[in-house]
């Protein structure tokens, strides 16, 4: 119900998260989601952006989609772990930087898409958990398309598409009309979203759609694999030689520390020392990691004492 308001609502609004639809088999009907999605907000399927692990490369793709004006882009059968700074930034601002394909200069448009992310268990990396919606389908069945239906929900939704748009807009209409009360608590960066289409929802006693956000994070590899290398750390200040000499000793951290590892074997200590800063001051567990000594000397604390 929220991807389809959202959809609908999405030219009145600021911002809005990006909605991320898995399940557990193919052929369960992601796509088809996202499709009916669109059809309602344009009267046709989601424009499709191809997934890769390749960031530059699909930072190009969604560009193009964006500078193309696509009010809904769908990236389509996400089968490696979501990660992509451009798409943060596409879903908590108003207008972005995009390069052309073909030339070498960027321009600077407005945010205006409602961006999906569909995949078999998909999993989202790091600050786009905080900026997704997620819908799970769950068939409970082996083979989900070999489901057969009296209807075609795609056709349904296109012949339909007037009394569900106004359907859609009624919803948010009565809300506001009856002086939005019980509004949801604040979502960081969606204000105007979650002050409408998560509120009305919430008020028409739908439960938030948001879900269960602590799982989302929990679930999240960046959290868990930062988790995992703090555990890893000695007690104690540290420098980064030190955790580098640790790792040649030990095969334990070896697997700990693998993605610090290069192919020749050495420890790649200035990799590590940026991970390092990147995550300053990050709480994981009640634990962080802070810089001390004039930038050479590392240190894990706790919120309330020295742990390490």
């Not at 349904?156 to 002086?179: C, D, F, M, N, S």
Request: with cysteine; aromatic share 4%.
């Amino acid at each position: 119900m929220a991807l389809l308001i959202t959809s609908v609502m999405r030219p009145s609004l600021k911002t809005v998260p990006m909605f991320t639809v898995t399940a557990p088999a193919a052929g369960t009907g992601k796509s088809l989601l996202v499709d009916i999605a669109a059809i309602l907000a344009t009267d046709r399927k989601a424009a499709v952006v191809t997934p890769t692990q390749d960031e530059a490369e699909l930072e190009k793709r969604i560009g193009a989609a964006a500078l193309a004006g696509d009010q809904i882009i769908g990236i389509d059968n996400v089968t490696h772990i979501l990660r992509s700074d451009q798409l943060c930034q596409l879903l908590i601002q108003e207008k972005v930087q995009v390069r052309v394909l073909g030339a070498s200069k960027n321009v600077r448009i407005p945010s205006t898409a409602l961006i999906c992310a569909t995949g078999n268990n998909l999993s989202v990396h790091g600050d786009l958990n905080r900026r997704a919606v997620r819908i799970r389908l769950d068939a409970k069945c082996e083979r989900p398309d070999e489901r057969r239906f009296d209807r075609h929900a795609a056709g349904l939704a296109l012949r339909k598409r007037a009394e569900l748009v106004a359907a859609a807009l009624t919803i948010v209409r009565a809300y506001l009309a009856a002086g939005a009360p019980s509004q949801a608590a604040p979502t960081g960066s969606f204000e105007d979203w979650s002050d409408t289409v998560r509120s009305a929802l919430i008020w028409m006693g739908m439960g938030d759609c948001r879900g269960d956000v602590d799982a989302m994070r929990a679930e999240d590899p960046e959290k868990a694999e930062l988790a995992e290398i703090m555990e890893g750390l000695p007690t104690g200040r540290f420098t980064v030689r030190e955790i580098a000499h640790n790792v040649s000793e030990s095969p334990e951290l070896r697997e700990v520390f693998a993605g610090f590892v290069g192919r020749n074997g050495v420890f790649a200590t200035k990799t590590f020392g940026r991970y390092l800063a990147r995550y300053r001051g990050t709480i994981v567990g009640g634990r962080s990691i802070e810089l001390i000594a004039n930038g050479a000397v590392w240190q894990g604390q706790s919120q309330t004492e020295v742990r390490w």
